[in-house]
């Protein structure tokens, strides 16, 4: 059975591809669907898995593939298979080896790709295929270090001239959404990423709108990337 990798397949006749833009195109979206919405490496296990099932009515080839983050790029997983052939129905573990040559001190952050490729159609006529990528947040957790779960109150805040200031210096990833309002004045702040790395300073542009801004307010995030009740914190000077 061929595969092919291209994510917008269109498979035309040449009598059909006219006639066809009279009428809507059938459209089929491939799907390959993880268990969970985030995976968990804890350094203590050096290992996760996850189940990613093919929803779609055919069999498609999963490929797994992991990014770094901006300013983080260290290899510490290994994922396996990289390519597997998942039959329509079924589902395939992915495993997350860790490899790190010293104890981490920190939380960290990767993203993990799920792609399903479908068979190439071979079948008469107009048909669009899209194939649908699934892209998780990976969190590594360090062995040792006490779970929080309201990692956002150990950010500091703070405003200057013209300028909104968040630093981490916890051992923690905090995630939030990326548009924070400021109090009293209601002017929004957009954030350049939707979370705050450890030991990391973000520092963004104020509006005019802004001023006297006393108070920051925030939606956090859980580790699983549900959101919670919003949050005020009170500016610092810097």
Same mark, same amino acid.
């Given at each position: 059975?061929?595969?092919?990798? &291209?994510r917008f397949v269109f498979a035309l006749s040449a009598s059909a591809a006219w006639i066809a833009g009279l009428a809507p195109l059938p459209l089929h979206a491939a799907?390959?669907?993880?268990?969970?919405? %985030? %995976?968990?490496v804890n350094e203590s296990d050096g290992e996760a898995s996850i189940n990613v099932k093919n929803t779609d009515a055919k069999p498609a080839l999963m490929f797994t593939s992991l990014t770094g983050i901006p300013g983080d790029d260290d290899t510490l997983l290994i994922v396996t298979p990289p390519v597997a052939r998942v039959e329509p129905g079924e589902t395939q573990l992915v495993r997350f080896?860790?490899?790190t040559k010293e104890p981490l001190k920190t939380q960290r @952050? $990767? $993203?993990v790709i799920f792609e399903g490729i479908q068979p190439k159609n071979t079948e008469p006529g107009l048909r669009v295929t899209m194939n649908v990528r699934q892209n998780l947040p990976v969190l590594i957790h360090p062995k040792g270090l006490a779970k929080d779960d309201q990692p956002w109150k150990r950010l500091k805040w703070s405003v200057g001239t013209g300028t909104l200031r968040v630093v981490n210096d916890s051992p923690y990833v905090v995630r939030l959404a990326t548009a924070v309002q @400021?109090?009293?004045?209601? &002017?929004? %702040?957009d954030l350049p990423r939707p979370h705050v790395l450890p030991g990391e300073t973000v520092e963004v542009p104020l509006p005019a709108t802004a001023k006297g801004a006393a108070t920051v307010r925030m939606v956090p995030a859980t580790v699983y990337g549900f959101t919670v009740a919003s949050y005020d914190v009170r500016l610092a000077a810097h």
């Open positions: 059975m061929n595969f092919t990798p &291209a799907g390959m669907l993880p268990e969970t919405s %985030v %995976v968990i080896l860790l490899q @952050l $990767r $993203r @400021l109090l009293p004045s209601t &002017a929004t %702040v």
